[in-house]
C-alpha cells in the first residue's frame, strides 16, 4: 500500500489541478448550462489515463461510460454523475461558485462535494494505480450520468440494451457520503425510493369575487380535502395498500441499525426541534428514518398570499406531494394506489397533473462485497465505518443496480459541513486525499485472490 500511498501523495497537486478545472466549468442540469464541456473534459481525463468511453446520447444529458479490462476476472461498478446543482444564491457564496478556492486547507466550489471531487479523486487513484502496479486487479465500469441533480429522468434509455453489462459487476462504489458530524466515516447501502407528484383542482374559469364563495366551489378546499384524506393526525397513511409491499427489515439489517450513529441531540439542535415526530427516540427513531416510508406536502399554492387582504375565490389549487418508498414498494404501482384512493374518497376531480419516481433498494449488510468495502473503510479510516442499511434520501440504485442483484455502497468525500446543494458548497482536501486512498485499497483487495 505505501507505494501506492507515496505515489498520491507525489501527484496530488496535478490531481488537484484537474479538480480546478472541472469545478471550474458549470454543468448544471436543471439549466441545461455546461453539460457537453464537462462532459468532454471528463471524457478526455478517463482517456488519458486508458478507459474506453462511450458518450452515450439520452433525450437529455448523454451518459458517460468508461470501461477498462483488468487482470482477474471479476468487474467492479462505479457511479458518479457529472452535474451540480444550480447555485443560487450567489450573493451568499464566500467566493463565486465556479472559481475554485482553497481556504483553510478546503477547497470550495458547486459540485465539488456533490460530487466532482469523487469523480477527480477516483480518477487520480486509478492512475496512481496504474503507475504502481501496471493494470487494474479488476475489470472496471464506471457510469457518470448528467442528470442525477433532476432525478436521472432519462438515465433508463442508458439502461435499456446494456443489461448483460449492468448483471456482470459484483459490486458497485456509488457516490455521496463521507464523513458524518461525528467524524465517522459513513457508507449508505442503497436508497429510498420516490413517488414524487403534483396534485391540482380546478374550479371557475378565471379567479372569482370572494363573495361568491356562498354558491361556487372552491377549489383549495377540494385540495385541502383530498391532502387530508392521505394521511392521519396519527401519522398513518391511508392509501388502502400502500404499506402491502413494505418488507420489514431483515435480522442483518437490524443489527446494522443498532450499530448506527444517529446524534439525536445533535440533529435537534441542527434542527431546532424539541423533539422528533410522535417522540421517537433510539432504535424506533433510527428505524423510521431508515426504514420507515412517507407522505409529505413539499408545496401548497393556490388563491392570494401577499400582504393585507385580497378577497378572491381561486380559480385553481395545486400541491406538490412526495412519497419516500421502502423496499419493495414500486412508484408506479403507490401511482395507482393513490388514483384508486382518490376516486373512492369522491375525488376524481383531483388530477394527478405530473409525476415522477424512483424504485427504493437496500443492500444485504452481509453480502461479501458490501462487508470487504466495510472492512477496506476501517483499514484506511482507522475505525469501523457507520454504516447505514439505506439512505434515508434517493437515487438510481435500482435502476442502475439493484434490479440487476447488484449491490452498492457509497464512497465519497464529503464531511458535516460541505454544504452540499448549498452556498458554500466545500470538501476538505484531506478527506479528498482519503477518498484516494480508499479507492486504491478497494481495487488491491481484489488484486487477491
Ligand atoms: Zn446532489
Known amino acids: 500500500m505505501n507505494q501506492l500511498f507515496a505515489d498520491i501523495e507525489s501527484h496530488s497537486a496535478a490531481y488537484l489541478d484537474r ?208 391532502l387530508d384524506s392521505l394521511k392521519g393526525p396519527n401519522g398513518r397513511i391511508r392509501i388502502p395498500g400502500f404499506s402491502d409491499d413494505v418488507r420489514p427489515p431483515t435480522p442483518a439489517q437490524r443489527r446494522a441499525l443498532a450499530a448506527m450513529d444517529y446524534p439525536e441531540e445533535q440533529v435537534r439542535a441542527l434542527y431546532g426541534i424539541d423533539s422528533f415526530l410522535d417522540g421517537l427516540t433510539g432504535l424506533p427513531l433510527k428505524e423510521r428514518l431508515v426504514f420507515g416510508p412517507t407522505c409529505n406536502i413539499d408545496g401548497f399554492h393556490t388563491g392570494y398570499s401577499g400582504p393585507g387582504s385580497k378577497t378572491v375565490l381561486p380559480q385553481e389549487a395545486m400541491a406538490k406531494v412526495d412519497f419516500r418508498l421502502v423496499p419493495d414498494q414500486q412508484p408506479a404501482h403507490v401511482l395507482e394506489l393513490l388514483r384508486a384512493h382518490l376516486d373512492r374518497e369522491g375525488f376524481s376531480d383531483v388530477e394527478i397533473a405530473w409525476w415522477e419516481g424512483e424504485a427504493p433498494s437496500a443492500s444485504d449488510p452481509d453480502h461479501p462485497f458490501v462487508q470487504e468495502a466495510v472492512s477496506v473503510a476501517a483499514q484506511v479510516y482507522g475505525h469501523s465505518p457507520n454504516v447505514v442499511p439505506m439512505s434515508p434520501g434517493s437515487g438510481p440504485t435500482y435502476l442502475l443496480c439493484a434490479q440487476f442483484g447488484v449491490p452498492t455502497v457509497t464512497a465519497g468525500v464529503g464531511y458535516a459541513d460541505s454544504r452540499a446543494h448549498a452556498p458554500d458548497e466545500n470538501i476538505r482536501l484531506a478527506d479528498w486525499s482519503d477518498h484516494m486512498r480508499y479507492i486504491v485499497t478497494l481495487l488491491e483487495r481484489f488484486a487477491q485472490p
Not at 49 to 73: N, R
Request: aromatic share 8%.
Open 19 to 226: 479538480l480546478v478545472q472541472v469545478t471550474a466549468q458549470p454543468s448544471i442540469a436543471a439549466k441545461g448550462l455546461g453539460i457537453a464541456a464537462v462532459a468532454d473534459l471528463l471524457t478526455s481525463m478517463l482517456r488519458a489515463i486508458g478507459f474506453q468511453v462511450e458518450q452515450v446520447d439520452t433525450d437529455g444529458s448523454p451518459v458517460i461510460l468508461a470501461q477498462m479490462e483488468g487482470a482477474g476476472p471479476q468487474t467492479l461498478l462505479f457511479y458518479n454523475h457529472y452535474d451540480v446543482q444550480p447555485a443560487d444564491p450567489l450573493e451568499a457564496w464566500t467566493t463565486p461558485p465556479f472559481e475554485p478556492t482553497i481556504r483553510e486547507g478546503k477547497l470550495f466550489a458547486r459540485g465539488v462535494a456533490d460530487n466532482k471531487g469523487a469523480i477527480i479523486a477516483r480518477i487520480g487513484a486509478i492512475e496512481s494505480y496504474l503507475r504502481v502496479r501496471g493494470r487494474l486487479p479488476v475489470n472496471l465500469v464506471w457510469v457518470i450520468e448528467g442528470e442525477e441533480e433532476i432525478g436521472s429522468v432519462h438515465l433508463h434509455q442508458f439502461v435499456t440494451g446494456r443489461e448483460e453489462l449492468l448483471r456482470t459487476p459484483l459490486g458497485c462504489v456509488w457516490e455521496a457520503g463521507g464523513r458524518n458530524a461525528l467524524e465517522r466515516y459513513e457508507i449508505a447501502l442503497g436508497c429510498k425510493g420516490i413517488l414524487y407528484l403534483e396534485l391540482r383542482t380546478r374550479g371557475a374559469a378565471r379567479d372569482l369575487h370572494s363573495a361568491l364563495a356562498a354558491v361556487v366551489a372552491n377549489p383549495a378546499w377540494r385540495l385541502l380535502w383530498a
